[in-house]
């Protein structure tokens, strides 16, 4: 063999346990150096090289040290008998390793081939030398103390609490305690199990050793088990040629040399369970903790603790601690603005800090806005040669290539979490894979799964694999983001259709789903889908909007209406719907734009924005008259009387909505009719037509239950309930009302559900069960203000604050009067300040200000009179004549009072039943 052939060989024995980067580089140096000396066969060095690569990775893969140490005693006796006498081979293969290797390898991988390279040219040494140097960088480093004690450790309380009583039961009971902490690179695991030694040391006063199993240590592979025992055992004084020659032999006589001793030993960055086992204590009274970024379920004799990120809190006194300096006044709002955007992960933290300390110029408002306009936030996290993206780099690295193409889609996630069919569709695999991956990148801890099933990516991982992701072709990124919009539109249309009796068709031209779909058997399952998605849902829909995927943005809108209509929150939808209806213009798409018109119109209303509701519902209902659309026209009629009722326009109110029934009668469709029919006895309510009401309300009831609607049997139940309740069958009320608020909490009704909630509470205050009024209307009040329905708050409030003046609670009262007050005003709701003023009259009548009640309820019956509302005028009336009862005022204080029973009577309120014992 030629002097080029000879020192290729040599290279060969050097480069083949580098770390894969290293491996990769060394690999092409090689080849290029030997295809330039002999162009005719270009290939044969490298296959040369990928063989005794193979050899050494499928020792390591099988966990086999002893097969590893044969190998290397074996290539390094056939190279010393090549080079012996052979002077020009030596000088070409110290050429190759000066002019080629070298420039392309890390300063500690030269290190360990300058090492390597001088200990080949001479003899063959024992094969204790081949364990701890020809593998590679995997002899482990070992202090005789612990490193000091951190200064700037912060926080962790609970963690070391749970940690130091757990040892400490399982030490009494003479056995050695087993302990793992994992957790994603740069959480702390580290520093945690450090300090916690400290805090330990004393009752291990044999020792406190920390030893590096290097799974993730930069230009090193990780430490074999058979080397890290060599070298402990070397510690504990067992002479180098009396160290029995396999693994379980040296594991045995660890445990047996160990079962005497009280010590502490930190196994940090562990790779695995095959790498931590032999190095475990048998019986004894020892400590052993071990941190792996990877979930070590195969230890099952072990106690764990998967770390999380710093409590936002923790992590902003963590910063302030780490930059040694005073706060400034102009950088405390900044502080935790800082800690977010480093995803409360201790070593972005520490970095961060390390740079402000540095620079006394610099102020925490600099990084933060450094941070928030960082094209790469990673290259921000970056000190001397600590890099936060080099710790992400190896935990990736490690990865097998179909895992860690995935974990590079997963990135790519619009939303803050993700289940499998999401995985799924970025990846373009089947749930199988995906769950497979899933799993394994959770192990790892590259992610979280906060719930079952739904996993997410710490923010600054989600760059690292964006950044990568960035390196792909173009055309793969977009198509993996598209059919991850593809697959949340399809599902979210067909969970729509549970939802939804009048949802959007689908469109015939559509090509089947190219991902699978959840399996939506009902109402029930699509609900769940839906809240799981929402928020997913409308970050797809605010990046087609932004790409200008038109016909996407519509039919995602359409898609949610059903749900956040039901659901809320609405602001959320009034945004969505907004989107719809521009996209829907720029296409010129008439019965979209509206379509999406009255879906807005709907949130307008509901969130209170009357003026601007009646201003879009009547633009939908022009559309769909020039559009010849009845359905269309029906259903804008519907939402048109209900603005007018809301504004206390009720005859226009009446008057519309007795259109739409009839036309939806003339098309055949009941249940259109039916909601029709329930805006209808809203309106009638509100004028107290009591008898009419509950006659409109059984009607629609009736058709809900025939078409098996369950969500519009909830909804019109809840308001038979408080019709009842006005009248004042107070048992009634309650013995509907309880079974309408379960069922609205069923179908997912939350308007519904926070009505019933209120009905109730109001009915537990008249039949003086005041705790539970006062709890059940709390939580209707939750409920309203989830929504951003502030109507449905402002009436809440009234009856809460009625509940405290009854409490003896004077003050709680009027404050919550005069906020229910403030937000009727605000809407122009004169039948709500009507509502409230009486109420507030009241309260004032109970605690001795009749002077002061009388102002209330004689404003209240100005507007009662002017809205005009019935029941409103005679609370009044009522509350007037009952501040008069006094020897000068009888006789008007009773023509008020005759005046408000006639009209309690006429109307059928309840307050007639109980007039003679004194106010509601």
């Not at 909007?545 to 949610?560: D, E, G, K, N, W």
């Not at 209240?860 to 029941?871: K, M, N, Q, Y």
């Amino acid at each position: 063999m030629d002097p080029a052939g000879l020192a290729s060989t040599a290279a060969v024995t050097l480069v083949s346990t580098l770390t894969t980067e290293g491996w990769e580089r060394a690999k092409a140096a090689v080849e290029r150096w030997w295809g330039q000396r002999h162009p005719q066969e270009p290939d044969s060095v490298g296959n040369q090289l990928e063989l005794v690569r193979r050899a050494v990775l499928r020792a390591r893969l099988e966990n086999d040290d002893e097969a590893q140490v044969t190998l290397a005693v074996q290539w390094q006796r056939e190279l010393g008998r090549l080079l012996r006498g052979r002077s020009e081979l030596v000088d070409e293969f110290r050429q190759l390793v000066e002019h080629e290797l070298r420039p392309v390898l890390s300063a500690e991988e030269q290190r360990y081939v300058n090492e390597l390279t001088e200990l080949l040219l001479k003899p063959p040494a024992v094969s204790h030398w081949a364990s701890r140097h020809y593998l590679g960088p995997t002899a482990v480093t070992i202090t005789n103390t612990l490193p000091r004690r951190n200064p700037f450790f912060t926080g962790r309380e609970e963690e070391l609490h749970g940690l130091a009583e757990s040892i400490g039961r399982t030490i009494e009971q003479g056995s050695s305690a087993v302990h793992t902490i994992d957790g994603m690179a740069g959480v702390g695991k580290t520093s945690l199990a450090v300090r916690l030694a400290h805090d330990l040391a004393h009752r291990f006063p044999d020792g406190q050793l920390l030893v590096s199993l290097h799974g993730h240590t930069p230009g090193r592979l990780p430490a074999r088990p058979f080397a890290v025992l060599g070298d402990q055992l070397s510690r504990l004084g067992v002479p180098t040629q009396q160290l029995p020659p396999d693994q379980d032999g040296r594991s045995e006589l660890w445990r047996h040399l160990l079962r005497s001793k009280r010590m502490l030993i930190i196994l940090d960055d562990a790779t695995g369970h095959g790498q931590v086992r032999p190095l475990l204590p048998g019986d004894g009274r020892c400590l052993v903790l071990v941190t792996s970024r990877r979930r070590l379920t195969a230890l099952a004799e072990t106690e764990c603790l998967s770390l999380e990120t710093l409590p936002h809190e923790e992590a902003c006194q963590l910063f302030v601690r780490l930059m040694s300096r005073p706060l400034r006044p102009e950088e405390e709002g900044a502080v935790g603005e800082l800690a977010r955007l480093c995803g409360c992960l201790p070593l972005a933290i520490g970095l961060l800090a390390g740079k402000l300390r540095h620079h006394p110029a610099w102020d925490i408002t600099d990084l933060v806005s450094s941070l928030a306009s960082a094209q790469h936030r990673l290259a921000e996290f970056q000190a001397e040669d600590v890099r936060i993206g080099a710790a992400f780099d190896l935990s990736y690295r490690n990865l097998p290539p179909g895992r860690q193409r995935l974990f590079l889609r997963l990135g790519l996630h619009i939303g803050n979490d993700m289940d499998v069919h999401a995985a799924a569709a970025l990846g373009d695999i089947s749930l199988a894979e995906a769950r497979e991956h899933l799993e394994a990148l959770y192990t790892d801890h590259l992610l979280d799964e906060p719930v079952r099933g739904r996993y997410r990516m710490h923010d600054l991982l989600k760059d690292h694999a964006r950044n990568h992701a960035a390196q792909d072709p173009p055309t793969e990124t977009r198509q993996a983001i598209e059919r991850l919009l593809d697959y949340y539109e399809t599902t979210a249309e067909a969970a729509d259709r549970h939802l939804s009796p009048q949802s959007w068709p689908p469109d015939p031209a559509a090509p089947p789903p190219p991902t699978p779909m959840p399996r939506l058997p009902g109402r029930r399952a699509a609900l769940e889908w839906m809240r799981s998605e929402h928020a997913n849902l409308l970050a797809c829909a605010a990046r087609a909007s932004a790409q200008a995927q038109h016909p996407r943005v519509i039919r995602l809108a359409f898609a949610m209406h059903a749900f956040l209509h039901q659901a809320g929150p609405w602001e959320q939808a009034l945004a969505l719907h907004r989107a719809a209806v521009a996209a829907a213009q720029l296409m010129g798409a008439r019965p979209e734009e509206a379509h999406a018109l009255r879906n807005l119109g709907v949130m307008l209303y509901l969130t209170d924005n009357y003026a601007q509701a009646d201003e879009v519902l009547s633009r939908a209902l022009i559309l769909y008259e020039r559009l010849d659309d009845p359905h269309g026209q029906a259903g804008a009629l519907t939402d048109l009387g209900g603005v007018h009722a809301l504004t206390d326009r009720y005859g226009r109110a009446l008057e519309l909505l007795g259109q739409a029934c009839t036309t939806y009668r003339h098309l055949g469709d009941p249940l259109g009719e039916a909601r029709a029919l329930g805006q209808l006895a809203r309106v009638q309510r509100l004028t107290d037509d009591y008898s009419r009401a509950l006659g409109t309300l059984e009607q629609a009831l009736a058709v809900h239950r025939a078409f098996g609607n369950r969500f519009g049997e909830a909804g019109a139940l809840a308001q038979i309930g408080g019709v009842l309740r006005l009248r004042g069958l107070h048992e009634r009320a309650t013995a509907v009302l309880e079974p309408a608020r379960d069922l609205c909490q069923e179908v997912g009704d939350r308007f519904g559900e926070a009505a019933a909630l209120k009905e109730l509470g109001v009915v537990h205050r008249l039949t003086d069960n005041l705790t539970a009024s006062v709890h059940l209307l709390r939580q209707a009040l939750a409920v309203y203000r989830g929504l951003g329905d502030r109507f449905g708050e402002a009436g809440t409030l009234v009856h809460l604050g009625a509940g405290q003046g009854l409490m003896g609670k004077r003050e709680e009262a009027i404050g919550l009067l005069r906020e229910a007050l403030a937000i009727h005003m605000e809407l122009g709701s004169r039948h709500g300040e009507a509502v409230t003023r009486n109420k507030w009259g009241v309260v004032l009548r109970n605690f001795g200000d009749p002077s002061g009640a009388s102002r209330q309820h004689a404003r209240a019956l100005r507007l009662a009179r002017a809205v005009p509302s019935p029941l409103e005028e005679a609370r009044a009336l009522e509350g007037i004549g009952r501040c008069d009862l006094r020897p000068r005022g009888q006789s008007q204080a009773e023509a008020h009072l005759r005046e408000a029973l006639a009209i309690y009577r006429r109307i059928g309120a309840g307050e007639a039943l109980v007039f003679a014992d004194g106010p509601c």
